[in-house]
Nanobody
Framework: VQLQASGGGLVQAGDSLRLSCTAA????????VGWFRQAPGKEREFVGA????????VYADSVKDRFTISRDSAKNTVYLQMNSLKSEDTAVYYC??????????????????WGQGTLVTVSS
């Protein structure tokens, strides 16, 4: 299974950006999808995730109320809408899929498939 993350770029603080994560088939159906990020010199960290029913999303405190995850099953795409971006949001963003139900969505070990990452740079 191949995941493709896209939509990254260079923006200014306060701007918005929408990342996309696509799969070749209906892979997101009935699977949880998470977003993680990794800044230079730091460990990969949880950003947010949507559960396998696509009815519940959870977020890291650092992005809560600014970022929103949604899923468009018809387009086989999961989105990460990022608003009010800050310089500390600068990182490579990854999407990932967990094929196991009822796992800790914040844990990288819960995910089976990963996209290649897309770079988001926020200038202050």
């Amino acid at each position: 299974v191949q995941l493709q993350a896209s939509g990254g770029g260079l923006v200014q603080a306060g701007d918005s950006l929408r990342l996309s994560c696509t799969a070749a088939s209906r892979f997101f159906s009935n699977n949880a999808v998470g977003w993680f990020r990794q800044a230079p010199g730091k460990e990969r960290e949880f950003v947010g995730a949507i559960d396998w029913r696509a009815t519940n999303a959870v977020y890291a405190d650092s992005v809560k109320d600014r970022f929103t995850i949604s899923r468009d099953s018809a387009k086989n795409t999961v989105y990460l809408q990022m608003n009010s971006l800050k310089s500390e949001d600068t990182a490579v963003y990854y999407c990932a899929v967990s094929t196991t139900r009822n796992v800790d969505l914040w844990n990288t070990n819960s995910y089976d498939y990963w996209g290649q990452g897309t770079l988001v740079t926020v200038s202050s």
